[in-house]
């Protein structure tokens, strides 16, 4: 099963993106998605998660109010709206299935697969 996150690009500082993200097929024992992302040169860090259930969004502190993580109509898809853009938001953001249990949520090892990952970039 591989996770397909689409919708990165380049933007402007100020602009929005969509990213999205779905599943192949299913994943055993997935109860929820979160978004992380990677910039040049740091460690991977957590951006957003949400329940299948469209219950519980959570998200890092460095994108409340600027990020919206949502689950499709389908409760198929994940998405990760991204308004009032900033050049430091600029990383490779990665969606993952959580599978485990027993560790916060913005802990990677929670997540089980993990998609190819789709570029942002944010100019100034």
């Known amino acids: 099963v591989q996770l397909q996150a689409c919708g990165g690009g380049l933007v402007q500082a100020g602009g929005s993106l969509r990213l999205s993200c779905t599943p192949s097929?299913?994943?055993?024992?997935?109860?929820?998605m979160g978004w992380f992302r990677q910039a040049p040169g740091k460690e991977r860090e957590f951006v957003a998660a949400?329940?299948?259930?469209?219950?519980?969004?959570f998200y890092d502190g460095s994108v409340q109010g600027r990020f919206t993580i949502s689950v499709g109509n389908y409760k198929n898809t994940v998405y990760l709206q991204m308004d009032s853009l900033k050049p430091e938001d600029t990383a490779v953001y990665y969606c993952?299935?959580?599978?485990?249990?027993?560790?916060?949520?913005?802990?990677?090892?929670?997540?089980?697969?993990w998609g190819q990952g789709t570029k942002v970039t944010v100019s100034s």
């Open positions: 993952a299935a959580a599978t485990r249990k027993g560790l916060p949520i913005t802990d990677g090892f929670l997540y089980s697969v």
């Open positions: 097929g299913l994943i055993f024992n997935n109860y929820a």
């Open positions: 949400i329940s299948w259930s469209g219950d519980n969004p």
